[in-house]
C-alpha cells in the first residue's frame, strides 16, 4: 500500500517558501504516493500558488494572525489538524527552528514517531542519519505511522518556485487556539552583524590562526576583524568556526568579537551545505572537516603545506599568509563593486 505524503511548510514574513522548505518538497516528491501540501501562516495563498505544479491532490492551508509568528500551541494545533485531514502516512517538513520544537508533540499526539535532522531519503523509504557526533550513518526505516520526517537543507532537488504559477483552491482548516502566549515583537541583530546565512553560496571558515601571533611576533585582531568582516560584506557568505576559536573566550584569550558557538562547524557544531567552502588559518583535521562531508568545493588557505588540509582533505590549498590573501581579496572586491 502506498503512503499518503503530506508536504508540511510554514511561510516566511513575506509569504513566501525558504530555500529548505522547496528542498522539503523535492524529497516529499520523490517518494512517490499520493502528494498532499499543508501550509501555515498568516496568507498562505501565494504561496500555495509559488508551488502549484508540484503534482499535489490537494492543498490544505491553516492562515491567520495567529499563525504569523512561531508558538507552540498554535503551531503544534495546526500541524495536528492538517495530518488529520490529510490523513497522512508520512509527513516531510523543514528542519527549521519552528518545526523543530512543536513537531514533535504532535507525533506523540497522534500515535506516530518522529525522526529529524534527515540528511537523505530513499525508496523503502529510508531515511539517513548521523550519530556519534556525525561519525556514523544509519539508515532508518519504520513501520509505524504516521512517521514525521524532519529533513535538513539540501536533501533534494528543490522544488522550483515561481511569483504566481497557476491559480490554486487551498481548503483552509479552522483551528482554535487557546494560548497565553502573546508576540510583543522581535529583537535581532542589525544586518551587518548577521554572520550566519544558510543559503549563501560560500562557507567561510576562520581558524584559530586568526589570533596568534604573526610574524612580527605580534596578534593583529582588529585587523582579522576588518578583513573577515570585510569579506563578509563584499561576497555575502556565511561565517564558520572551528571549535578551537571560539573556545578561546573561555581561556581568557583575546577572540574575535562577532563569533559565537553558532558559527561552529564541525564534529560538535553545524554540518552546513553550500556550494563552497573557504578555510583560513585552520589546520583541517577530523573533528572540523567532518563538518564539511556536504561542502562540494573545498579550498583553504595556511601558511602549513603539511596542514590536514593538504591530505587529501581540500581541492586547492593556497600556501600563504591568510592576513595577504584576504587583504588582495578584498581589494579587488571593492574593485568590481
Known amino acids: 500500500m502506498s503512503d499518503t505524503i503530506l508536504f508540511l511548510a510554514h511561510t516566511e514574513a513575506d509569504g513566501s517558501l525558504s530555500r529548505i522548505a522547496l528542498d522539503a ?20 495563498q501565494a504561496a500555495a500558488e ?54 514533535a508533540g504532535v507525533a506523540q ?29 544509519a539508515a532508518i526505516g519504520r513501520a509505524q505511522r ?11 532537488e528543490p522544488h522550483p518556485s515561481r511569483d504566481r504559477e497557476e491559480a490554486v483552491s487551498v481548503e483552509l482548516l479552522a483551528v482554535e487556539v487557546s494560548s497565553h ?10 544586518a ?7 543559503d549563501a553560496k560560500l562557507l567561510f571558515v576562520a581558524g584559530a590562526g586568526w589570533t596568534k601571533k604573526q610574524a612580527d611576533g605580534a596578534a593583529h585582531i582588529d585587523d582579522a576583524a576588518r578583513l573577515i568582516l570585510g569579506f563578509l560584506g563584499a561576497s ?7 571549535k578551537s576559536l571560539v573556545d578561546l573566550s573561555g581561556e581568557g584569550q583575546a577572540v574575535l568579537p562577532f563569533l559565537s558557538h553558532m558559527n561552529q562547524v564541525g564534529q560538535t557544531g553545524a554540518t552546513p551545505r553550500h556550494p563552497k567552502g573557504l578555510s583560513t588559518c585552520c589546520h583541517g583535521e ?26 587529501g582533505k581540500a581541492d586547492v590549498l593556497y600556501v600563504a599568509d591568510a592576513f595577504a590573501v584576504m587583504e588582495r581579496v578584498n581589494a579587488l572586491l571593492e574593485q568590481t563593486a
Open 25 to 44: 518538497l523535492g524529497a516529499a516528491k520523490s517518494l512517490g504516493g499520493t502528494l498532499l501540501v499543508g501550509l501555515i501562516g498568516s496568507d498562505v
Open 50 to 103: 509559488s508551488i502549484a505544479g508540484c503534482g499535489a491532490t490537494r492543498f490544505l492551508g491553516v492562515a491567520g494572525e495567529a499563525f504569523a509568528e512561531s508558538r507552540y500551541a498554535s503551531d503544534a494545533a495546526a500541524v495536528e489538524a492538517l495530518v488529520k485531514a490529510a490523513r497522512a502516512t508520512i509527513v516531510i517538513a523543514p528542519q527549521t527552528s519552528r518545526f523543530a520544537r512543536c513537531v
Open 109 to 137: 499526539r497522534l500515535g506516530g514517531r518522529i525522526d529529524s535532522h534527515v540528511t537523505a531519503i530513499g525508496e523503502g523509504p529510508q531515511v539517513s542519519r548521523w550519530y556519534y557526533r556525525q561519525r556514523m550513518e
Open 146 to 156: 504516521p512517521w514525521f520526517l524532519l529533513v535538513e537543507s539540501g536533501v533534494a
Open 181 to 190: 502566549t502573546r508576540v510583543v515583537g522581535r529583537q535581532a541583530p542589525k
Open 192 to 198: 551587518e552583524q548577521q554572520t550566519i546565512r544558510p
Open 236 to 242: 555575502g557568505a556565511s561565517l564558520g568556526s572551528s
Open 286 to 311: 577530523e573533528p572540523h572537516v567532518v563538518g564539511w562531508r556536504f561542502i562540494r568545493e573545498r579550498r583553504a588557505v595556511n601558511l602549513d603545506a603539511n596542514c590536514g588540509w593538504a591530505r
